[in-house]
């Protein structure tokens, strides 16, 4: 059965969006609505995505796209990390543009489908409830 095969799966999940392209943060939250989760954001700018991550951020997962605005999110990654935040990450270019020590996490390459999205969810929050927080 594939990740959008299964009703409900992620009904509820609150996903962080980073990214700083208007109609890829526009497409990312249709499929994300679509798949039943709840935005939070979508942060276009790295000010406000530290502000957030900084801040009360309530959220079952982020997706991260890789280069914000000019800077680099792995900082922002590693912070979500501390706080026990599954990090999906977001780039047009393969894995090399991240660095090693976040190989394991999920990975959308530009453009991604639906089916990748749920993919990813699946693989960074397999057997999550939605509505439990992930971060502290």
Wanted: glycine share 10%; net charge negative.
């Amino acid at each position: 059965m594939q990740p959008n095969e299964m009703p409900g799966k992620f009904d509820g999940l609150r996903i962080f969006v980073v990214e700083d392209e208007a109609l890829v943060a526009m497409n990312l939250e249709m499929i994300l609505e679509d798949l039943g989760c709840t935005i939070i954001g979508p942060a276009m700018r790295f000010d406000r995505a530290e502000a957030m991550v900084g801040g009360e951020l309530a959220a079952d997962a982020a997706i991260l796209d890789v280069n914000v605005g000019g800077h680099e999110v792995f900082p922002l990654a590693a912070r979500l990390a501390e706080k026990g935040m599954p990090i999906i990450f977001a780039t047009g270019y393969d894995q090399s543009g991240i660095p090693k020590e976040w190989h394991e996490r999920p990975m959308l390459q530009k453009p991604y489908t639906s089916d990748d999205v749920a993919r990813a969810l699946a693989q960074a929050l397999p057997g999550k409830r939605p509505g439990v927080p992930t971060g502290k």
